[in-house]
């Protein structure tokens, strides 16, 4: 895919509320939310397929499905990428640190499969805030997959990183209750770009995405 940036003019329905939250009130909201994996877990392995890899698709494409997800400032100029990347972490057990890795986006689960299993084997053991493959894109967010733990929630903080309006998405270790699981998301957001209607959408979205796994034959779209 072709990375696109198109800048929006004063007729984007959220110019004020951007400018309100981005230069006169900045906030952040961040949303966790649980969500019933138990049919999806199954055909995970059922299919072979790791988990992270799944969950990072799942939700790298909700994303990518709202503008508003991926809102940038570019040679000074507001606008949205037409997708992002997922820049994730890849834990060393040995010295108990993290190396931020990241894969191209795709559509096509089984070509984003393909290609994070290749960057995990080429570039997974290297040590560093950065893999050796280097510093994401610009249009890439941060999400994590922690499964060693699992939290009721978690709050995101920027800092002093105001012009920063990616969503950062972090997952943790499965809830078993009741003969369920559950998958515990936690989504942060800049207020200026991404109100809660989004949030809700994001959520929709990523349940609405089961299917392309449960279908998952290994095959390309174009080889079907």
């Not at 800048?7 to 939310?33: E, G, I, N």
């Not at 559509?107 to 493959?133: C, H, I, Q, R, W």
């Not at 998958?183 to 991404?194: C, E, F, K």
Request: net charge negative; charged share 25%; hydrophobic share 40%.
């Amino acid at each position: 895919m072709k990375s696109q940036f198109f800048p929006y003019d004063q007729t984007w329905p959220r110019a004020q509320h951007f400018h309100y939250y981005a230069k006169m009130f900045p906030t952040s909201v961040t949303l966790t939310r649980r969500i019933d994996v138990t049919e999806l877990v199954d055909a995970i392995e059922k299919k072979g397929l790791r988990q992270d890899v799944v969950f990072y698709y799942l939700v790298t494409k909700a994303i990518n499905s709202q503008g508003e997800l991926s809102v940038a400032y570019k040679d000074g100029q507001i606008g949205w990428w037409n997708y992002l990347n997922p820049a994730f972490p890849v834990y060393h057990e040995d010295d108990e640190t993290s190396t931020i890795l990241w894969t191209e986006y795709d559509d096509d689960f089984a070509v984003f499969n393909e290609k994070f299993l290749l960057d995990l084997e080429k570039y997974g053991d290297s040590k560093g805030v950065f893999a050796m493959k280097g510093m994401p894109p610009t249009n890439s967010f941060s999400v994590t997959f922690n499964p060693w733990f699992t939290f009721d929630s978690l709050s995101v903080d920027h800092m002093d990183t105001r012009d920063y309006f990616f969503p950062t998405v972090d997952m943790c270790k499965l809830i078993e209750e009741n003969g369920k699981k559950y998958l515990p998301i936690s989504i942060s957001v800049h207020r200026a770009a991404t109100d809660l209607i989004h949030l809700k959408k994001f959520f929709d979205d990523v349940e609405s995405f089961f299917p392309l796994i449960y279908n998952y034959t290994g095959k390309t779209d174009a080889a079907q």
